[in-house]
C-alpha cells in the first residue's frame, strides 16, 4: 500500500504533498522504491534508516504510516510528540484505550494531528454524526479462507478444509483486533466512528466463494437505521489490500493537504 499511495502522490494525486523521505524495516524493499521514487524526483526522497531519522528530516510536516500496528505502537508518540501529524492505516493499533490516550495526549501537547482514513469502507461520515444517538453497530467481513490464514484467530482452521461460509470469529471489535491484526483495521476505525470498540459488534466470515473482501455494516440508533455493504476489489499489485484502501488513503492526503471545498467531512 506504501508504495501505490507514493506512485500515486508523485502522478499529483494527493494534492501538493510531497515526499520528503521514507522508511521500511525491510531493507531491499525501501531500496527499490527509493530507487523508483528517485528516478521522477528531484531532489530524490530520503531513504532513512530509522524513524527518528525520517521524523527529522527538513520540511517534514506528516508521517503516512502503511505498515502494521507494531509500527503504530512502536512510533507513533515519537511522531506526534515531534509535532508530525501522522495518517494512520493500521488503526487496530488505537483500539487500546491506554495507546488512544498516549498518543491524543502527545497530540494535544504538539499540536499535530492524527488521519486515520475511511479505508476499505464508507458511511464513517454517518457513523461519526449520530454516533451520540447510536445504540449498536455491527461489522461483517467475509473474506476467503486464504486472506484471513496466518492470523492468530484463524490458527485453528488453518489446516481445516472450508468448503461454505463459516463464522471464524464474532466478538467485539477490542477482541477482534489482537487476533486478527491485519484484517480488522475497518473494524477499528468503524468501532472508533461510531460506539467504540467495546460495543462494537464485529463477525468474520471465511467463505470459498467470497467475490472479494465484502464488508457489511449495520447501524441502529435514533437518527435511523443504516446499512453499508462493500464488495471490494482486491489492488492488482497486492491482492491482500482492497483497492479502496489505497484510493481512501489518496483522497484524505489531497483533502489534507489541498484547500477548498470539503464534501462529506
Ligand atoms: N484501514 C484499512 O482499511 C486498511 C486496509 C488495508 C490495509 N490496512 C493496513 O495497512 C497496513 C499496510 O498494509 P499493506 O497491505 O501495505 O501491508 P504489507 O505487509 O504489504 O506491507 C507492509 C510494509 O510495512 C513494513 N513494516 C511492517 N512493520 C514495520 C515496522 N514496524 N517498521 C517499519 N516497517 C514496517 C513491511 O516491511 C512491509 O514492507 C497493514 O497494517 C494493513 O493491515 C488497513
Not at 505498515?67 to 515519537?78: G, I, L, P
Not at 510528540?81 to 488505537?94: E, F, H, I, P, Y
Request: charged share 20%.
Amino acid at each position: 500500500m506504501g508504495s501505490e499511495l507514493a506512485r500515486a502522490v508523485q502522478r499529483g494525486e494527493g494534492g501538493p504533498t510531497k515526499i520528503i523521505g521514507l522508511f521500511d524495516e525491510y531493507a531491499p524493499g525501501r531500496n527499490a522504491l527509493a530507487e523508483e521514487l528517485g528516478r521522477n524526483q528531484e531532489p530524490a526522497p530520503v531513504e532513512a534508516d530509522t524513524v527518528a531519522e525520517l521524523i527529522g528530516l527538513t520540511g517534514m510536516q506528516l508521517i503516512v504510516e502503511c505498515a502494521s500496528q507494531a509500527a503504530v505502537t512502536a512510533h507513533a508518540e515519537a511522531v506526534l510528540t515531534a509535532g508530525k501529524s501522522m495518517l494512520v492505516m493500521s488503526s487496530g493499533a488505537l483500539v487500546s484505550a491506554d495507546f488512544m490516550r498516549k498518543v491524543m495526549s502527545a497530540a494535544e501537547a504538539s499540536g499535530a494531528s492524527i488521519y486515520v482514513p475511511s479505508g476499505a469502507v464508507g458511511g464513517i461520515d454517518a457513523l461519526r454524526a449520530s454516533k451520540a444517538l447510536l445504540e449498536e453497530v455491527t461489522i461483517v467481513s467475509t473474506k476467503k479462507p486464504i486472506a484471513l490464514s496466518g492470523a492468530p484467530g484463524f490458527a485453528k482452521w488453518e489446516n481445516v478444509d472450508i468448503t461454505e461460509p463459516t463464522v471464524i470469529f464474532e466478538g467485539s471489535a477490542a477482541e477482534a483486533v489482537g487476533l486478527f491484526p491485519a484484517n480488522v483495521n475497518v473494524a477499528a476505525t468503524v468501532s472508533m466512528a461510531g460506539i467504540g470498540p467495546d460495543a462494537t459488534d464485529v463477525k468474520i466470515v471465511a467463505d470459498p466463494d467470497s467475490p472479494g473482501n465484502v464488508h457489511e455494516i449495520h447501524a441502529v440508533g435514533r437518527a435511523g437505521k443504516f446499512s453499508f455493504r462493500f464488495e471490494n476489489i482486491p489492488h492488482e499489485t497486492n491482492p491482500k489490500t482492497s483497492f479502496l484502501a489505497v484510493l481512501a488513503a489518496i483522497e484524505t492526503l489531497r483533502s489534507i493537504s489541498e484547500p477548498g471545498i470539503r464534501i462529506g467531512t
